[in-house]
């Protein structure tokens, strides 16, 4: 008896994989809104720790943002498939996967410490939340300065959607602005935000596009 072995059809993988970014998308944008001015910024230390003290803020900031990291490398690994190994699809895929790294392990101290730092100015060391703030501003917030690989990744692969596919102009144009809006260094969370909602309508987009390209033109 001759035994077989199943192997994935890529275009599964890729029609599979690619739902990754409209669903990061979604959770990104929930834990916006969940977190929404809650830290940083000039905001009260008083109201700091209130919320970061809180469980919601945890919770938020791991569905909200480890969560969509972890899934966004499954999207680009479908998206590198799906467009093949030209150059500047493999230099999009290597700064995504690295910036992706970089923004997970800026995330941890975010998640963990942050909550700690807030019991403490709770329980009366005024001086805790200066140094929650401090993992904002220069230079302990330069650890988060790697994280812009992602966004840059994103637009690279944004250029090669462009160049070598038919998929919308329209969709491919409100990715990259998606990512270069969350990106962007300012203290205005609105303008995250309003890049998580568009992020959300632009991954659905090239998500609902993909498959159906990839579905009627096996790669």
């Known amino acids: 008896m001759i035994e077989t072995t199943r192997t ?34 000039g905001i009260p230390a008083d109201t700091e720790a209130a919320i970061a003290a809180g469980p919601g803020f945890f919770l938020g900031e791991l569905i909200g943002s480890v969560l969509p990291v972890i899934l966004g490398i499954f999207g680009v690994f479908a998206l590198f498939a799906y467009l093949g190994r030209r150059r500047i699809v493999v230099t999009a895929l290597v700064c995504a996967i690295v910036g992706s790294g970089a923004t997970l392990a800026a995330l941890g101290v975010i998640n963990y410490a942050i909550p700690a730092l807030a019991h403490a100015y709770q329980a009366g060391n005024t001086g805790a939340m200066v140094i929650a703030d401090g993992f904002f501003k220069w230079p302990w917030g330069a650890m988060i300065y790697p994280a812009a690989l992602v966004p840059i990744g994103l637009v690279l692969f944004s250029v090669a959607l462009w160049r070598s596919t038919t998929i919308s102009r329209a969709a491919i144009a409100v990715s990259a602005l998606s990512a270069v809006l969350i990106s962007i260094p300012v203290p205005l969370h609105s303008v995250r935000l309003a890049g998580g909602a568009l992020g959300l309508v632009a991954g659905t987009w090239l998500a609902v596009a993909i498959r159906r390209d990839v579905v009627g033109s096996p790669r």
Request: overall charge neutral; glycine content about 14%; aromatic content about 8%.
């Open 8 to 41: 994935w059809d890529p275009t599964t993988l890729v029609s599979v994989g690619i739902l990754a970014l409209p669903l990061g998308n979604a959770l990104k944008l929930a834990g916006n809104l969940g977190t929404f001015n809650s830290i940083g910024y």
